[in-house]
C-alpha cells in the first residue's frame, strides 16, 4: 500500500433522496470523501501547476501571449482557491431515476446540495440532496 492511499480519508456512504417533476421520490446512495489539510493543498497545487506551466508554454505565441500568458496566470490562483475551498469530495454513487428506474452512475465531484443530472436513459431532469435525519 503506497503512502497516497494510506492518508486518503475512508469513505462514507450517504443516503440520498432523489425527485424529479411528476415523479414519486426514490432513494440513492453516495459515496463521501472528508479531505484534510494536506489532500486539498495537494489537489489545489496540482491545478495552480499545471495553469503556470500553460503560461510558460504560451509565452513564445506570438500576439495571443499577451491574453493567454496572465489569463493562466490568473487563473491558477484562482482554481487553487476553489479547489483548497473544496473540504468533501463526492467520489461516486448510484443514483435511480425515479420516472424510468434507470441507475445512473455519479464520477468523481465536489459536494454541493442540492446537486442535479438528466438520467441516461429518458433524459429526465433528477435532483438530489442528503436524507433528513
Not at 8 to 35: C, F, I, M, W, Y
Not at 47 to 66: E, K, N, T, Y
Request: proline share 8%; hydrophobic share 40%; glycine share 8%.
Amino acid at each position: 500500500m503506497t503512502s497516497q492511499q494510506q492518508s486518503q480519508a475512508p469513505l462514507r456512504q450517504l443516503k440520498v433522496l432523489v425527485t424529479a417533476r411528476d415523479s414519486e421520490p426514490v432513494h440513492g446512495n453516495v459515496s463521501l470523501q472528508d479531505l484534510s489539510t494536506g489532500e486539498r493543498r495537494r489537489r489545489a497545487l496540482k491545478g495552480l501547476v499545471i495553469c503556470w506551466i500553460l503560461a510558460l508554454i504560451s509565452v513564445p505565441i506570438m500576439f495571443f501571449h499577451f491574453v493567454l500568458v496572465p489569463g493562466f496566470l490568473i487563473a491558477g490562483i484562482v482554481l487553487y482557491r476553489i479547489k483548497f475551498a473544496e473540504s468533501r469530495l463526492l467520489t461516486g454513487g448510484e443514483i435511480p431515476c425515479p420516472g424510468c428506474q434507470h441507475p445512473n452512475q455519479l464520477g468523481p465531484q465536489p459536494e454541493q446540495w442540492p446537486m442535479g443530472l438528466h438520467c441516461a436513459s429518458c433524459n429526465l431532469g433528477i435532483s438530489f440532496e442528503p436524507e433528513a435525519a
